[in-house]
């Protein structure tokens, strides 16, 4: 039968208006036109395997919703017709007057319309709300999914990360069939699966000087979900210089943080933390470590005070630093106040565009990493050396409960007992120090070296090279 | 890059806007493009507004007609070069909504500021994809030369 093919998609059908397919149903059409001009694929199909919404199919005068979907039977005199939709309006979609509900939201969002607190008139503020997460990992996940769930019309996501195999204990946006695949897709993916009705923009890129207040200006709040200080700071300074809220939080180990900052009256960042930390003081989350459910503690928070803050009700965060103790499943609150001399966002401030916020954090960006300087071993070296029955001790300076995960049979001191324990240590031995990746190791190595210890080494990329290059028996962690 | 319409065609689509007020009206163009940037209007087709529920600043042209109207552009040899759809009491200029909506790139998409019920300015718009990556897309103004 003929399939009409409109003028957008010509070029993927080598400029061919009507195409001839035979084929028993919709679906199966489908396919064989996909197979004959596989570009056209994407076009017409969505990652999830459906149609994209805006394109629709008609059977003769049929729209094939109204009819079997992909099922739809066709016959030889039948003609098919593509037809993307043509539509538009003269206002953005946040202005209230474009956020009527249809019967549809009405009934999704029954339980918010049944309560005055919320009402028709706060589910049309949500559904007129633009709000941007930065970051679709462990904050990000539950506040985008909670944030669709309620109905906010547009979620923007900002991430260029790929889904990885550790990121599963606590970034529940993210399943198995995820690993591999950039976060933005998987995250937009289950939002639209929660809530067609949200607008998902991805912006599959760094957040940086050049582009964060561009990027903020389509949005009315921004919540930061981001894992490190130099984009905390570009977050906070970009909020206060666009104007918008910004719903912070943050996690370590069992304990969290969550404010609003950037409000006119209200303190930034910067008001609480005037300077970042030492790089390397605080680690992240694949050093540290963390309870994978505090981030969905924080980050469902966090989505509280957003909705709060477009809905207008209850009492915000502004002004106040909620401190959580998931362990001793505490919650604390610090009073926080701008502060009058805020170089940000003060009485005069002093700092009018975004800045090099790596060199504000210290981090020289192609820094020489801290086990270059150190001598070294490769592991396979290692390994010839052992199997040749060589007299090489082995330190692992690691903590006692990763020597349970995994080890080589090493001598076990922590590097932070090692200025202590030295003496159990024989300096006219060969010794090979390892931790997980190098980085502590060499640290060790450079206090043994400066200790008189002559003939110390770093095992070069530390136990995970191990299991990587020589044992592959080793777990990695 | 450039739009060609005869005066009267172009007259036409201008008084849509005015007997539609205050709500949008909407439309497409029918005619031929010459494969390097210019694209000649022979007709208007006058369409209904699907958004029933809020036409004074939202349109939807009903998917039917579009098969209909270029079933017949066939059949004359011409095809579907763009649409064209009015602004009430809103300046001639695409929306963020008019982008989000927009999927026939290479086609114009024509609007016309009706002020108080009287057609003011009328632009066009040419919907641009950047080549490989099917989430964006933008639109570039365009020429109209009435003639």
């Given at each position: 039968m003929k399939v009409s093919i409109p003028t957008p998609l010509r070029q993927y059908t080598a400029k061919q208006a009507t195409v001839e397919v035979?084929?028993?149903?919709?679906?199966?059409?489908?396919?064989?036109?996909?197979?004959?001009?596989?570009?056209?694929?994407?076009?017409?199909?969505?990652?999830?395997?459906?149609?994209?919404?805006?394109?629709?199919?008609?059977?003769?005068?049929?729209?094939?919703?109204?009819?079997?979907?992909?099922?739809?039977?066709?016959?030889?005199?039948?003609?098919?017709?593509?037809?993307?939709?043509?539509?538009?309006?003269?206002?953005?979609v946040n202005s209230p007057l474009a956020t009527t509900l249809s019967n549809d939201e009405v009934l999704r969002y029954s339980r918010h319309l049944i309560m005055p607190e919320v009402g028709m008139t706060g589910q049309q503020k949500l559904k007129a709300a633009r709000v941007l997460c930065i970051g679709a990992g462990g904050l990000g996940s539950p506040l985008a999914l909670y944030l669709a769930a309620a109905g906010v019309g547009?979620?923007?996501?900002?991430?260029?990360?790929?889904?990885?195999?550790?990121?599963?204990?606590?970034?529940?946006i993210h399943t198995v069939e995820d690993v591999g695949r950039p976060k933005l897709d998987s995250a937009a993916e289950k939002l639209e699966a929660i809530n067609p009705f949200v607008n998902v923009r991805k912006f599959e890129t760094k957040l940086t000087s050049a582009n964060a207040l561009d990027l903020f200006r389509d949005f009315d709040i921004i919540a930061d979900g981001t894992d490190n200080f130099p984009t905390r700071y570009l977050v906070n300074d970009a909020c206060v210089l666009s104007g918008?809220?910004?719903?912070?939080?943050?996690?370590?180990?069992?304990e969290g943080q969550a404010s609003v900052f950037a409000t006119k009256d209200g303190p930034c960042y910067r008001c609480l933390y005037p300077e970042p930390p030492p790089p390397g003081l605080v680690p992240?989350?694949?050093?540290?470590?963390?309870?994978?459910?505090?981030?969905?503690?924080?980050?469902?928070?966090?989505?509280?005070?957003?909705?709060?803050?477009?809905?207008?009700?209850?009492?915000?965060?502004?002004?106040?630093?909620?401190?959580?103790?998931?362990?001793?499943?505490?919650?604390?609150?610090?009073?926080l106040r701008k502060n009058r001399d805020c170089p940000m966002c003060g009485a005069n401030p002093t700092i009018h565009e975004l800045i090099d916020y790596q060199e504000f954090c210290g981090i020289r960006g192609e820094e020489a990493p801290v086990t270059a300087s150190v001598p070294e071993i490769q592991p396979a070296e290692l390994k010839a050396r052992l199997d040749?029955?060589?007299?090489?001790?082995?330190?692992?300076?690691?903590?006692?409960?990763?020597?349970?995960?995994c080890n080589l049979g090493g001598y076990l001191i922590p590097l932070g007992d090692l200025p202590a324990r030295m003496n159990e240590l024989d300096s006219s031995r060969e010794i090979v120090a390892h931790c997980r990746s190098g980085v502590r190791s060499a640290k060790?190595?450079?206090?043994?070296?400066?200790a008189g210890f002559g003939k110390v080494r770093n095992l070069a990329g530390g136990i995970l090279a191990w299991g990587e290059k020589v044992d592959p028996t080793v777990p990695k962690y | 890059m450039a739009l060609k319409i005869s005066k009267g065609?172009?007259?036409?689509?201008?008084?849509?806007?005015?007997?539609?007020?205050?709500?949008?009206?909407?439309?497409?163009?029918?005619?031929?493009?010459?494969?390097?940037?210019?694209?000649?209007?022979?007709?208007?087709?006058?369409?209904?507004?699907?958004?029933?529920?809020?036409?004074?600043?939202?349109?939807?042209i009903d998917p039917r007609?579009?098969?209909?109207?270029?079933?017949?552009?066939?059949?004359?040899?011409?095809?579907?070069?763009?649409?064209?759809?009015?602004?009430?009491?809103?300046?001639?200029?695409?929306?963020?909504?008019?982008?989000?909506?927009?999927?026939?790139t290479g086609c114009s998409y024509v609007i016309t500021s009706v002020i108080n019920g009287k057609a003011t300015e009328t632009t066009s718009f040419n919907l641009m994809a950047n080549p490989g990556e099917d989430e964006t897309k933008y639109f570039e103004d365009e020429e109209i030369r009435v003639e």
């Open positions: 035979s084929a028993n149903t919709v679906g199966e059409m489908l396919d064989k036109l996909t197979g004959r001009y596989p570009e056209l694929r994407k076009q017409l199909f969505a990652e999830n395997g459906k149609l994209r919404r805006f394109v629709n199919v008609y059977v003769n005068d049929e729209d094939i919703r109204y009819l079997e979907n992909g099922n739809t039977p066709l016959k030889e005199t039948d003609t098919v017709s593509i037809v993307p939709s043509v539509a538009g309006g003269s206002v953005a547009t979620l923007g996501l900002v991430d260029f990360d790929v889904v990885d195999f550790t990121n599963l204990q606590r970034q529940i918008k809220p910004n719903v912070y939080a943050s996690i370590f180990r069992f992240s989350c694949a050093e540290g470590g963390v309870l994978g459910i505090l981030p969905g503690l924080l980050g469902v928070i966090q989505a509280t005070e957003v909705i709060k803050l477009i809905l207008g009700s209850g009492e915000s965060l502004i002004g106040r630093l909620l401190l959580v103790d998931a362990l001793g499943m505490r919650f604390r609150e610090l009073k040749n029955g060589d007299n090489v001790f082995i330190l692992d300076v690691r903590e006692p409960h990763e020597y349970q995960i060790a190595v450079t206090l043994l070296r400066q | 065609t172009w007259e036409q689509l201008r008084r849509h806007g005015e007997e539609t007020y205050p709500d949008e009206c909407c439309g497409v163009l029918v005619g031929e493009a010459d494969g390097e940037g210019v694209k000649s209007v022979k007709g208007v087709v006058r369409c209904g507004n699907l958004r029933s529920d809020s036409p004074h600043d939202r349109y939807l007609e579009l098969v209909r109207i270029q079933r017949e552009a066939r059949g004359r040899a011409q095809d579907i070069v763009g649409f064209y759809h009015s602004h009430p009491d809103h300046p001639a200029r695409w929306s963020q909504t008019d982008l989000a909506e927009a999927h026939w």
